[in-house]
């Protein structure tokens, strides 16, 4: 299987910002020129995350996607406070790739399944925020940008999206974001052997070790990272090659 190295774009009030476990945001940059950035460096898709979105109750900024994909070559997500078919619609027709749904999907589970015969499995990702509970002693899924608890446990929710229709599931440690301090190997490697589409691993990338654990250790069919990138702590490039070299195979 070829792996996917993933640049992700966390969006708010038009700027891309960096947090760690969802807060704390820091200003990174303007979302097209980034973009455009990370396309001529080889990544093999962008995820463009209206980080804002969902709280604030408004649509995704159409605008902004527009202009992002006009200036980029490879596939672009985006996500962010999609509800509706309609709204996924409006967004495809912009130049997203795929769009990703997660609050809406716990919400509505109906709209995966609407999506996915309206546009295609291929076109719904369905992204899964999680995070460590000592009580349950389990992985428990949060929506609304990390600020709400619900009672879904993680691998139970991936196995369900993939029922309702999703066509990957982008799964977001919520412990390990921002930390640098590595994936969460052990909810992705569960999540994978669970699940027959494709699992995204995000939160925690610090350094080129991460992404390759990613891969060898939890079998992830991509790798996604913001900060490492963004602050140009390494390159795409640099990522591809080393894991390259250590037998894995990416685009």
Not at 22 to 45: I, T
Not at 81 to 95: D, P
Request: aromatic share 6%; with cysteine.
């Amino acid at each position: 299987m070829v792996k996917k190295i993933i640049a992700c774009l966390d969006v708010k009030d038009g700027r891309v910002v960096k947090g760690i476990q969802f807060v704390e945001l820091r200003d990174a940059g303007d979302p097209v020129e980034l973009a455009a950035f990370y396309s001529e460096e080889g990544a093999d898709e962008l995820v463009f995350l209206d980080i804002s979105a969902s709280v604030e109750g408004r649509e995704t900024m159409v605008d902004v996607v527009k202009k992002t994909a006009a200036h980029i070559s490879i596939p672009l997500v985006v996500g962010g406070g999609i509800r509706t078919v309609e709204n996924m619609k409006q967004l495809l027709e912009a130049g997203a790739s795929k769009v990703s749904i997660n609050s809406a999907a716990i919400s509505n589970p109906a709209v995966i399944t609407e999506g996915a015969k309206t546009f295609g499995s291929n076109k719904i990702i369905v992204a899964i925020d999680v995070k460590w509970s000592e009580v349950d002693q389990d992985w428990l899924v949060y929506t609304h940008g990390g600020q709400k608890k619900t009672e879904w446990k993680a691998v139970e929710w991936a196995k369900e999206v993939e029922k309702l229709g999703a066509g990957e599931i982008l799964l977001t440690s919520m412990d390990q974001d921002g930390e640098k301090d590595g994936y969460d190997i052990a909810i992705t490697k569960h999540v994978k052997n669970t699940v027959s589409i494709p699992v995204t691993a995000s939160g925690g990338a610090g350094n080129v070790e991460h992404i390759l654990a990613a891969f060898t250790e939890a079998n992830a069919d991509a790798a996604l990272a913001a900060s490492i990138f963004h602050f140009k702590e390494t390159s795409i490039r640099e990522v591809k090659n080393y894991v390259r070299e250590r037998g894995v195979e990416v685009k």
